[in-house]
């Protein structure tokens, strides 16, 4: 579910900042296209918090 909500939120952001970095740099506004690299942007994000979690280790007692 958590990676769901990722791949949400950077949708999200990612429409909104190119919108905006659009309408103040005059460029134009690719809805296709953002929401490719927003995605890929996300999947990135979820890729390094699984390599980035050390590995849990049995505990023998």
């Keep these: 579910m958590r990676y769901i909500v990722t791949l949400i939120w950077a949708f999200m952001l990612g429409q909104v ?4 970095g659009g309408a103040l740099t005059h460029g134009t506004y ?6 490719v690299i927003s ?3 996300g999947l990135f994000v979820i890729l390094i918090g699984m390599i980035s ?4 280790e049995a505990v023998h007692k």
Excluded at 17 to 20: A, D, F, H, L
Aim: no cysteine; aromatic share 12%.
């Design 17 to 20: 900042v190119s919108y905006i």
């Design 53 to 56: 979690q050390p590995k849990k």
């Design 39 to 41: 995605l890929i942007a």
């Design 30 to 35: 690719n809805f296709v296209l953002t929401t």
